[in-house]
Nanobody, 128 residues
Framework: QLVESGGGSVQVGGSLRLSCSIT????????MAWFRQPPGKEREAVAF????????????IYEDSVKGRFTISRDSGKNILYLQMNSLKPEDTAMYYC???????????????????WGQGTQVTVSS
């Protein structure tokens, strides 16, 4: 089970940290990801975390629109996935979802429809 928290309303340029609490056993071979769905739009990828990837540079994968502003990380001991969001923009306004899926190493980047496990979402609103 995945449970997100940390959403809220912030002004442009502000920061938020989303958390995804992972309950139950998550073994090896699982990709973790954050997706978002802006109002009236399709769900889209934000960032992927490929923990099992031996290439350190390939463990964190970001969509172009959030590169340099968002950071995905996982605290394995606490079984929590994070999304640190800095320099927020109005276009970041969306419902944010945590997702997990058992996928081959190096194949975490995938459309949302290919991810099997989802949280309920947490709303992020950025106002100018």
């Amino acid at each position: 089970q995945l449970v997100e928290s940390g959403g809220g309303s912030v002004q442009v340029g502000g920061s938020l940290r989303l958390s995804c609490s992972i309950t139950g056993y998550i073994g090896s071979g699982y990709c973790m990801a954050w997706f978002r769905q802006p109002p009236g739009k399709e769900r889209e990828a934000v960032a992927f975390f490929d923990e099992d990837n031996i290439d350190n540079d390939a463990r964190e994968i970001y969509e172009d629109s959030v590169k340099g502003r968002f950071t995905i990380s996982r605290d394995s001991g606490k079984n929590i996935l994070y999304l640190q969001m800095n320099s927020l923009k109005p276009e970041d306004t969306a419902m944010y979802y945590c997702a997990a899926d058992k996928r081959p190493r190096g194949a975490c980047v995938a459309p949302w429809v290919q991810y099997d496990y989802w949280g309920q979402g947490t709303q992020v609103t950025v106002s100018s």
